[in-house]
T-cell receptor
Framework: SQQGEEDPQALSIQEGENATMNCSYK?????LQWYRQNSGRGLVHLIL?????REKHSGRLRVTLDTSKKSSSLLITASRAADTASYFC???????????FGKGTLLTVNP | DADVTQTPRNRITKTGKRIMLECSQT?????MYWYRQDPGLGLRLIYY???????NKGEISDGYSVSRQAQAKFSLSLESAIPNQTALYFC??????????????FGPGTRLTVL
């Protein structure tokens, strides 16, 4: 069963705009990670936020985590056409060191 | 990531054939994983291994088997391929000693088509 569910399933914006993607999950976690996948390629790790953290930044990425609502958001600021990809959240529930991935958000940034 | 390689990259086979997908890594990681990706379903874990002597089933292991021949190699086999095993297959690794909390590194994927 899917632990994480991303919302929206697809997002289309103009270059320069901000993109926000959300992830909801069901059980308690050790950490939540965001990955990026360019079409047909392997996933690339973007950022990790621990369960005791509320916000984290990396370059143009900002991730928030609300454990009371079991949700996370990924914000990409000043988007570029090269940000076009699918974005997945993955939860680490800690008991067995596996990750459970959501179904992803397809982001299209139009030039 | 060139440190995790998968062979073949593309494979077309027929129903009933035995297929092996191979994964090799030069990252020195102890943990390795096999996932499949289907459109609209995200990634689902097939098998994972935390060291050479450790093999664990994931959420969709039926119809698959694995072999961890060495720390650097993890193979996935489909004993008798069926059309609904058509998917994109990914190998991934992680390092339990890095302190990076299960950050996973993915191979480029194998696109498998079963006719």
């Amino acid at each position: 069963s899917q632990q994480g569910e991303e919302d929206p399933q697809a997002l289309s914006i103009q270059e320069g705009e901000n993109a926000t993607m959300n992830c909801s999950y069901k059980t308690s976690i050790n950490n939540l990670q965001w990955y990026r996948q360019n079409s047909g390629r392997g996933l690339v790790h973007l950022i990790l936020i621990r369960s005791n953290e509320r916000e984290k930044h990396s370059g143009r990425l900002r991730v928030t985590l609300d454990t009371s609502k079991k949700s996370s958001s990924l914000l990409i600021t000043a988007s570029r056409a090269a940000d076009t990809a699918s974005y997945f959240c993955a939860t680490d529930q800690g008991s067995n060191y596996k990750l459970t991935f959501g179904k992803g958000t397809l982001l299209t940034v139009n030039p | 990531d060139a440190d995790v390689t998968q062979t073949p990259r593309n494979r077309i086979t027929k129903t009933g054939k035995r297929i092996m997908l191979e994964c090799s890594q030069t990252k020195g990681h102890d943990r390795m994983y096999w996932y499949r990706q289907d459109p609209g379903l995200g990634l689902r874990l097939i098998y994972y291994s935390f060291d050479v002597k450790d093999i664990n089933k994931g959420e969709i292991s039926d119809g698959y088997s694995v072999s961890r021949q060495a720390q650097a190699k993890f193979s996935l086999s489909l004993e008798s391929a069926i059309p609904n095993q058509t998917a994109l297959y990914f190998c991934a690794t992680s390092d339990s000693t890095s302190g990076r909390e299960n950050e996973q590194f993915f191979g480029p994927g194998t696109r498998l088509t079963v006719l």
